[in-house]
């Protein structure tokens, strides 16, 4: 009979045994803590890498819980990620990220996330919902668990783990993985809110460095209200820099061309072309920002229509330029397109809305700083205009009787206010133009210009044309203009001149002389220097006027004063016709600027001189030598004798038979007027000037009032 153990012995096993399971638990307690140390020291020492935190964790669960297969998905976008696997081959990976779009209760992973809650199937192969051939095929799974993650009481994920024999996972187990998910869930969301704390570093320091440039920009414009190179200049320095571009432009739209005014790292091939304006064509990207006012947002210009079709502005940006993509941002101004904002990229990048919308509010600021410069422009123009207009309208105040220092000055202020080359001053006298004023850049161009003045009214010059047509006239480049003559484009050349505008100077709507500017190069003047040079125009017909009327005044005053004078005379000696005829004679030639004068009385057709005024002693002599003459046909006398009407004689010296006048006394101009009595011939008075310039009717008719007052005279000296 065998043995039984004594009680004591019996007592002593089942305390090794119990000693032996509780080191065991021990152990696994050990290595469990080991564990989740070790993951949440991939936690807190590997922020910025939530990949290894993972592949830690599904490790050490894998491990823990004796899973040879392990995976860790969680919702990114439209379906959820493979971020972690364990003892998966690559064609495993795959099918694992390839059915996950879209959980049911087929898989472990659709029944965990249907679920909301931990799934436990001992053996796949006897779990009715479980249909997964392909995964069965590729690992022979058996035993599954399916873990949630969980955030604000939502499934967002799910740790798996997978046994390739039917063995039950325990609750120990099962609690472990359950920790474990935990810690996935606090590593992926430390993860998301660094990420997001990164973010807004980033958009923090991206705001910052926009906030920054647009300061400078700004501060630029209030410094600098009336430069706009400058903040072109730091627009486009900054535009590149924030949205990462290689290259950029700004173009400023004149009409229908494109001229820029900003160039920053242009390639080497597109400098030269891109120095000067041009008209883009319509399938250009410039092309269409003109035709629609809207910004061009290209991701590979080499797809583009125009590229296509050879433009060759837009195949230099391509080819010599390097560009890729590129953004056009049009300047906007009262609905009209005034430039572009362009920055390219050199790779196939396009840029971001962030990017976008920057560049736009440069554009803003760059339209403002055109503005404020514009603004202070015409405010600097008035400034000016009102200035140069007081100083000719001073000039008109100190010397109304002289127009020539208005006109001096006008030439001058419209040269300055046009930054011209010359500015010249014409006046209409008779059928001629007549220079009054000149300003020129050398004694060359004086010359020109001097030399040919004056020019007939009816010649094919435009000071003539104005003159005649009373119209504005200008010459946008005499150069290329077809219907300008060669002796036109020669004086232009010596003047130095390529554009020419003119305006008429008008009075009662006829036009009594020009004023007209020239600018070095070809352009097209404007409606306000037109109108700022009619302005010039309309104070030198003030001036004019002003010195016509006062001129008139002093005539007037002057021949009252003679006819008082010739009165007294008359009436002091009434018997003595001597005084009478000098006082005449004296009044006569000075008020009629001539040089001197002689008194002849009539007497069957015959004439004496009774008196002279003036005259050369060799001409003097001989009247008082001559006596009682007929005079010879032809002569004024003659002519007075012939018609009892005045004779005019524009030039004596030109006569056919000079007369005794021009031969002794050096007339050439000259009149004689008649003294009639009921148109009985009493005598006549001639004057004379020794220059060929013709008598005003004004002057005749001053002298006949003295031929008047001489018959008066000799009435009165024959009754008394």
């Known amino acids: 009979m065998q043995d039984q153990p004594r009680p004591a012995d019996q007592s002593l096993?089942?305390?090794?045994?119990?000693?032996?399971?509780?080191?065991?638990?021990?152990?696994?307690?050990?290595?469990?803590?080991?564990?989740?140390?070790?993951?949440?020291?991939?936690?807190?020492?590997?922020?910025?890498?939530?990949?290894?935190?993972?592949?830690?964790?599904?490790?050490?669960?894998?491990?823990?819980?004796?899973?040879?297969?392990?995976?860790?998905?969680?919702?990114?976008?439209?379906?959820?990620?493979?971020?972690?696997?364990?003892?998966?081959?690559?064609?495993?990976?795959?099918?694992?990220?390839?059915?996950?779009?879209?959980?049911?209760?087929?898989?472990?992973?659709?029944?965990?996330?249907?679920?909301?809650?931990?799934?436990?199937?001992?053996?796949?192969?006897?779990?009715?919902?479980?249909?997964?051939?392909?995964?069965?095929?590729?690992?022979?799974?058996?035993a599954a668990l399916g873990v949630p993650l969980m955030r604000d009481g939502r499934v967002f994920g799910?740790?798996?783990?997978?046994?390739?024999?039917?063995?039950?996972?325990?609750?120990?187990?099962?609690?472990?993985?359950?920790?474990?998910?935990?810690?996935?869930?606090?590593?992926?969301?430390?993860?998301?809110?660094?990420?997001?704390e990164e973010q807004r570093s980033a958009e923090l320091a991206e705001s910052l460095a926009q906030q920054t440039a647009t300061s400078e920009v700004l501060k630029i414009i209030s410094t600098t209200p009336g430069?706009?190179?400058?903040?072109?200049?730091?627009?486009?320095?900054?535009?590149?820099?924030?949205?990462?571009?290689?290259?950029g432009l700004i173009h400023l739209c004149e009409g229908k061309n494109f001229r820029p005014v900003a160039i920053h790292n242009i390639p080497p091939a597109l400098a030269a072309w891109q120095g000067k304006a041009f008209e883009p064509a319509p399938e250009d990207p410039l092309g269409r920002v003109f035709a629609t006012k809207q910004k061009i947002h290209i991701a590979d210009v080499r797809a583009e229509q125009a590229y296509q079709m050879r433009s060759a502005p837009f195949v230099a940006l391509v080819e010599g330029g390097g560009a890729r993509t590129l953004l056009l941002v049009p300047l906007i101004k009262d609905g009209g397109l005034i430039g572009t904002i362009g920055i390219y990229r050199q790779e196939v990048r396009e840029f971001s809305a962030k990017h976008i919308a920057l560049v736009e509010s440069f554009a803003a600021q760059a339209v403002i700083a055109i503005e404020n410069a514009r603004l202070l422009s015409e405010l600097r123009e008035t400034l000016e205009r009102q200035t140069a207009t007081s100083e000719v309208l001073k000039v008109i105040a100190g010397s109304p009787a002289d127009a020539q220092p208005v006109f001096d000055a006008i030439a001058q202020s419209a040269a300055r206010l046009f930054g011209g080359q010359s500015a010249t001053v014409t006046r209409v006298v008779g059928d001629e133009i007549h220079l009054a004023a000149l300003t020129a850049g050398s004694a060359e161009g004086i010359e020109a210009v001097r030399s040919s003045f004056p020019s007939p009214l009816a010649s094919q010059g435009i000071h003539s044309r104005v003159a005649h047509s009373g119209q504005p006239a200008f010459r946008y480049d005499i150069e290329s203009e077809p219907d300008v003559s060669q002796a036109i484009k020669d004086l232009a050349r010596a003047r130095g001149y390529r554009s020419i505008l003119v305006v008429p100077m008008l009075r009662d709507g006829a036009a009594i002389g020009t004023i007209g500017v020239t600018l070095r190069e070809a352009t097209h003047f404007t409606a306000d220097q037109i109108d700022l040079l009619t302005t010039f125009a309309d104070q030198a017909v003030i001036a004019?006027?002003?010195?016509?009327?006062?001129?008139?005044?002093?005539?007037?005053?002057?021949?009252?004063?003679?006819?008082?004078?010739?009165?007294?005379?008359?009436?002091?000696?009434?018997?003595?016709?001597?005084?009478?005829?000098?006082?005449?004679?004296?009044?006569?030639?000075?008020?009629?600027?001539?040089?001197?004068?002689?008194?002849?009385?009539?007497?069957?057709?015959?004439?004496?001189?009774?008196?002279?005024?003036?005259?050369?002693?060799?001409?003097?002599?001989?009247?008082?030598?001559?006596?009682?003459?007929?005079?010879?046909?032809?002569?004024?006398?003659?002519?007075?004798?012939?018609?009892?009407?005045?004779?005019?004689?524009?030039?004596?010296?030109?006569?056919?038979?000079?007369?005794?006048?021009?031969r002794l006394g050096g007339a050439r101009s000259l009149i004689v007027v008649p003294m009639l009595k009921e148109n009985a011939l009493a005598g006549a008075i001639t004057v004379y000037r020794q220059e060929v310039r013709p008598f005003t009717e004004k002057q005749i008719a001053l002298v006949a009032s003295f031929a008047s007052q001489a018959v008066i005279a000799i009435e009165n000296a024959r009754l008394l």
């Not at 795959?94 to 001992?122: C, M, N, W």
């Not at 430069?227 to 571009?245: K, Q």
């Open 158 to 196: 799910v740790v798996n783990l997978f046994r390739t024999t039917p063995r039950p996972f325990t609750d120990r187990q099962i609690e472990l993985a359950e920790t474990f998910s935990t810690q996935a869930v606090i590593a992926i969301e430390n993860a998301r809110l660094f990420e997001a």
């Open 544 to 662: 004019i006027e002003n010195a016509r009327l006062l001129s008139e005044l002093r005539e007037a005053l002057e021949q009252q004063t003679a006819t008082s004078e010739v009165l007294e005379v008359i009436s002091s000696s009434p018997g003595d016709l001597a005084p009478v005829f000098e006082a005449m004679l004296a009044n006569a030639v000075r008020i009629c600027d001539a040089k001197f004068g002689t008194l002849f009385l009539h007497d069957n057709e015959t004439f004496n001189a009774v008196a002279a005024f003036g005259a050369p002693p060799a001409l003097a002599e001989f009247h008082s030598q001559r006596g009682w003459f007929k005079p010879a046909a032809g002569t004024g006398l003659d002519g007075v004798l012939r018609t009892r009407d005045v004779a005019r004689i524009a030039d004596e010296a030109a006569e056919e038979t000079p007369s005794i006048s021009a």
């Open 13 to 142: 096993a089942e305390l090794k045994t119990a000693l032996a399971q509780r080191e065991r638990e021990l152990d696994e307690a050990r290595a469990h803590q080991a564990a989740t140390a070790a993951v949440l020291k991939a936690i807190t020492g590997s922020r910025f890498d939530l990949a290894a935190v993972l592949d830690k964790l599904i490790d050490s669960a894998c491990r823990l819980c004796e899973a040879e297969i392990g995976t860790i998905r969680y919702e990114d976008g439209a379906g959820y990620r493979l971020a972690a696997t364990f003892g998966c081959r690559p064609e495993w990976r795959e099918h694992f990220a390839g059915y996950s779009a879209k959980p049911d209760r087929t898989s472990v992973f659709g029944q965990t996330i249907l679920k909301g809650g931990t799934i436990h199937i001992p053996d796949v192969l006897e779990d009715r919902d479980y249909a997964r051939p392909v995964a069965q095929k590729l690992m022979g799974l058996r």
């Open 227 to 247: 430069e706009v190179t400058g903040v072109f200049d730091a627009i486009l320095l900054n535009a590149l820099r924030l949205c990462e571009a290689s290259f």
